[in-house]
């Protein structure tokens, strides 16, 4: 047992693999605690509550002028809905899981459709130094988006496997950066790194390629600052692991919607955002993967709610933006519940 009384583990691997070829966390992780796929999967489908806004949702446009001149030192997040945020670190920008689909699915016309239109058309994103993708979900991994931003001669971070699903789209082998747990890509020598860090989730795209690509969170090391992009997974003992390698960060970006007890080894949700917040060694909380799509069996506005109660408990600083609104670091923070007029 380590000193948090969790199982000891060896971090210290690029890639974990069974005999089938198949990537696996490093701690034992059910996709669905007790068994409880089949009726989850049924309330999902049939169950209605209050899952979608019952108005739009007030998006922020983001200013284009100001995005094109980030600030020389420090830290800006911009986040667009969802798990996608525009980062600028130390003059640098990373943009994070980027999806400007209308919906999230593998099958066009079905499936969760976004709550809002993206604050920022495509084509006004100034170009980043570098996407970083998180894993191979659709709501994080959005065909469509790769290839307009391909096309725009960006280049990709992504985890072990992912690279041969960006390969297939068209993206240049040159310009995909793909790297192992712990592996780094210098992005942009001595100005922008990015480091893969273990998470506890799973891959795939369909039922039959599960977990035959590797799940990543990613560091952002500028020349003075650092964030955590957490990506999506469960609470882990891996969490005080990258704080103490990495860490502290000046911000981490931790994901707090679609959670439930059921699948609690695979999301965080808001009191497990916060605990892993304090394990890394953050100094800004921005919630991430809440807000843009109906993917959990909760209200749409209470993994917010809950955030807000948590933090406040734990006394930590964090954000809570409109889609579209930029959030610096050592600046005012926005914490006011501006989802309550839409609950009414």
């Given amino acids: 047992m380590d000193a948090t009384g969790s199982p000891a583990v060896d971090w210290d691997v690029r890639a974990v693999r069974g005999r089938n070829g198949r990537y696996r966390n490093v701690e034992n992780t059910r996709l669905f605690r007790g068994g409880d796929g089949h009726r989850i999967f049924t309330r999902f489908v ?31 997040a911009t986040w667009l809905g969802h798990s996608t945020v525009l980062l600028e670190v ?26 809002h239109p993206p604050p920022l058309p495509l084509a006004e994103l100034p170009d980043p130094d570098v996407v970083a993708i998180s894993h191979d ?14 096309a725009r001669g960006a280049r990709f971070a992504v985890p072990l496997g992912v690279g041969r699903r960006l390969a297939r789209w068209g993206v240049p ?14 992005v942009v020598p001595g100005e922008l790194e990015l480091i893969v860090a273990p998470t506890r989730h799973f891959s795939g795209r369909g039922p039959l390629d599960r977990n035959r690509t590797q799940w990543a969170s990613w560091i952002v090391r500028g020349r003075r600052s650092r964030v ?29 919607g679609a959670f439930h007890p059921a699948w609690g080894e695979v999301h965080l949700g808001p009191a497990n955002a916060v605990r892993a917040h304090r394990a890394l ?3 800004v909380l921005l919630p991430i993967h809440w807000g843009t799509f109906n993917l959990g069996l909760h209200a749409w506005h209470e993994p917010p709610e809950q955030l807000r109660e ?10 809570l933006p409109r889609p579209g609104q930029a959030v610096v670091v050592g600046q005012p923070l926005p914490t006011e519940p501006w989802w309550g007029a839409l609950r009414s």
């Fill in 281 to 283: 060694g953050g100094r």
């Fill in 46 to 76: 049939f169950e209605r509550g209050e899952r979608v806004p019952r108005a739009p949702l007030p998006v922020v446009a983001p200013d284009v002028a100001a995005l094109r001149h980030p600030p020389p030192v420090g830290v800006r």
């Fill in 228 to 256: 955590c992009f957490g990506g999506d997974g469960g609470w882990s003992a891996v969490f005080g692991e990258i704080g103490r390698r990495l860490g502290p960060f000046d911000l981490t970006l931790l994901e707090i």
């Fill in 310 to 319: 948590a933090a406040a408990e734990a006394g930590i600083e964090f954000a």
């Fill in 90 to 115: 130390d003059g640098r920008r990373v943009l994070c899981d980027p999806i400007w689909a209308e919906r999230s699915t593998p099958v066009r016309g079905v499936g969760p459709r976004r709550f």
């Fill in 137 to 150: 979900h659709y709501d994080h991994l959005d065909a469509a988006t790769v290839k307009a931003l391909a």
């Fill in 173 to 186: 082998a040159d310009r995909i950066l793909e790297r192992g747990w712990w592996e780094t890509a210098a």
